[in-house]
């Protein structure tokens, strides 16, 4: 996993790990109807605390047990408008741009990698206010996704571009 933050405070994640894949929106104990969203994992404290300090919402989940390290991992939210999210599947040699019709199959497919970049919204309620609050959330601006596909994809995939 590589982090970089980019101009404009745009968090480019290459070769990432996603959780909680919810592309569809679909409503769940943890989920609102028609909240897309997803969750990068964080592999070690030092990324952890640095995106941190630039203000993320890193999550931390203490071990399950004794001596493991706890689970850190940073919610994303996939909102669709003018601006995006860009999403591209990389199917064996196919190539496919998701719209926001398509991109719930990203809910079920074995995931073989993962490019990302991420926006932030700094965001502050009832300001001036001894009640005032403020965070940054993380928003999907692009991700690129290969699928880890069987080798009779592969084969099948090869003999439809022949016809």
């Not at 931390?60 to 860009?86: H, Q, S, T």
Request: hydrophobic share 35%.
């Amino acid at each position: 996993m590589k982090i970089t933050i980019a101009p404009r405070g745009i968090l480019q994640i290459d070769d990432a790990t996603i959780v909680y894949r919810n592309f569809s929106g679909a409503a769940s104990k943890y989920n609102r109807a028609g909240d897309r969203n997803f969750a990068v994992v964080i592999e070690n404290e030092a990324d952890a605390d640095q995106l941190a300090e630039f203000g993320w919402n890193v999550k931390v989940k203490p071990p399950r047990e004794e001596g493991d390290a706890p689970f850190m991992y940073l919610p994303v939210k996939v909102k669709f408008n003018d601006r995006g999210p860009k999403v591209y599947l990389q199917t064996g040699k196919k190539r496919n741009v998701l719209d926001e019709e398509m991109i719930s199959c990203l809910d079920d497919i074995d995931i073989l990698s993962v490019d990302l970049d991420i926006r932030p919204y700094d965001w502050t309620i009832q300001e001036g206010t001894p009640n005032e609050k403020s965070g940054r959330t993380a928003y999907l601006q692009s991700i690129h996704v290969t699928q880890q596909v069987d080798r009779f994809a592969e084969r099948y995939a090869d003999e439809e571009d022949m016809f």
